[in-house]
């Protein structure tokens, strides 16, 4: 049945439904919490299997159909779908632009307008829209030939089954890519990795894998989105002049687009779009290999046309690959601060992610297996933004007869203490706390990093020294080196060792949250340890709270609390407690304040954006601490909105709404005033 003829009720719900999910999926604005939706969903589904001839193929609830009967059938595209040239650096990016200036005849220094955007990584597809209806799915293929996968373009929620408002072209054939989310690549694996399925290798492929499914169930139940980057074919219509303005126009008519575009002219803006994205790119909930800059203006990109299969007018400008191809020279066994031992592979080095890699994480031995791990193989190196690089993949086919097994050690390889693993955990440990030394040294590098007491100037090398030459053992030992001893090592001159004892001596004032951190307790990092200094008050409560108490704290589950209970629970971890204070370690302590009474009591705050200076969990914590409350998305209710850098529709929408935005520099200082040590 044709939609207009339907009857008003299922009419209305189906257009009701369908805002929903273009704010949800779209907009990435949901305006109604996802139970109400699931509720009026049902409703529908109710109505229409009461009354099947109300069904519409443009129905919310008809996105899941039958398989194709023959396999999927080729398209060949009307216009075809081109690739584009590459750009590796700066230089490259302006030979570019220098092309363009000297084809269009325009002086060298003249500006003119590019469209920059993110290049996704997935697959490039092309949606047939006729009279607003979506009629055809197909992948690119060849760039001539590509394949039909309407039944399963129509089950991804970000693709309007039916284009909304009007004005749009009779005939429409709009092109982007179609991806995966990180997280639901990750949790699709975990799930497969459970069960003993076949993995993906990364979330392009499972996206190209789910895509090419015969079975739009299955598609259907792949966390799959898409973006629009341009039009192809448009008929009975007209479009805008430039690309910008007609993204933005299918952006009005139901079609996501990426909400990272931007305009930029000279060399020097579209280098910092460069930067900001490359810092932002391992944030972004889905993958970009790199960015895409194009002539913004039609009649310039028609002048300028095509060489073989890419246009003139753009270019890719890729980021350096975060995977490579190396070899594991052999692998061997650190000891962490809570002697967890931890296999690292030796790599011979190789250049990934922008830098050399020597060494990657191999995680536990359960990792090892999991991988097939052998030492001599040759393995593929991840390495993302300043993430801790690691081994992804053997290349079992590369594997020479001299590959040797990797043998888990049964003595810790710094103390010869037992190694025990505890059954059900992944993890192995060294049985011999502090008197290991490698422990003893994570735990004081611990003790004075930036977070707990802040001991600047006493840095890793120095404590290697200070614990090799036995100068110190125990926390407490800072405090009683001196002058004469330190002027004894190398490289440490009279102003230096004075500097350092002067900020010894400073940071013994210190805050009960960072004290309680600084102790290295399983588990317990900042926002914990904050959380029980706001909460108790006094550290001898915390002392004397049972694991059950202890779960009371925001945030507390029973793991930590048991964490906290034992550790709190042995003598000599009293006595190192004990040892500091005497030493003049304080910090000031009293009653917990009530609730209501904290500064920010009853205020509603929303984070958007990144947040360079402290980063969202950060923020959020101290929010809290100061008894706001900190939610997703920005209503009327809400009091104060901290904007980061690319901050986006939540800040526009409170700009809408009136109501306060910080930057994070306001904020920070905000804090400060509040008496927030930032
Ligand atoms: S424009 C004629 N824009 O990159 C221009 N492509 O290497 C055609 N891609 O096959 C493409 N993000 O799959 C364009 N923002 C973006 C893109 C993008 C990803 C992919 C696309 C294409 C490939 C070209």
Redesign the pocket.
Known sequence: MSVDKLPQEIQQLCEELDLHNYRYHVLDEPSIPDAHYDKLFKQLQVWEKDNPEWVSAQSPTQRVGAKPKNGFSQITHEMP????D?AFDGAELGEFSKRINERLGLAVDKEIEYAC????????VSLLYEKGVLIRGAT?GDGTVGEDITHNVRTIASIPLKLRGEGYPDKLEV???IYMLKAGFKAMNEQAAKIGDKLFVNPRNAAAGSIRQLDPRITARRPLEM?C??VGVVEGGEIPEDHIATLKLLNSWGLKI?PHLISASGIADKLSYIEKMQQLRDQLPYE??G??F?VNNYHLQQRLGFISR??RW?I?YKFPAQEALTKVEKVEFQVGRTGAITPVARLTPVFVGGVTVSNATLHNMDEIERLGLKVGDTVVVHRAGDVIPKVVRVITEKRTENSEAVVFPTLCPVCDSQIVRIEGEAISRCSGGLTCAAQRKEALIHYVSKKALDIDGLGEKLIDTLVSKEMVAKFDDIYYLTKTNLMRLERMGDKSVDKLLATIERTKQTTLARFIYALGIREVGEATARNLSVEFGFLDRVIAADAERLEQVTDVGPIVAKHLASFFAQAHNIEVIESLRKAGVNWPEGEPIAVEELALAGKVYVLTGTLEMMGRSEAKAHLQELGAKVSGSVSKKTDCVVAGSAAGSKLTKAQDLGIEVLTEQEFVLFLQSLGVVV
């Open positions: 779908m081109l690739s584009l590459n955007e993110p290049k996704l990584d997935g697959i490039a690119r092109r982007g890519e973006c980057y341009s990426n970009i290999d960015l895409v194009k890419a246009p753009a890719a």
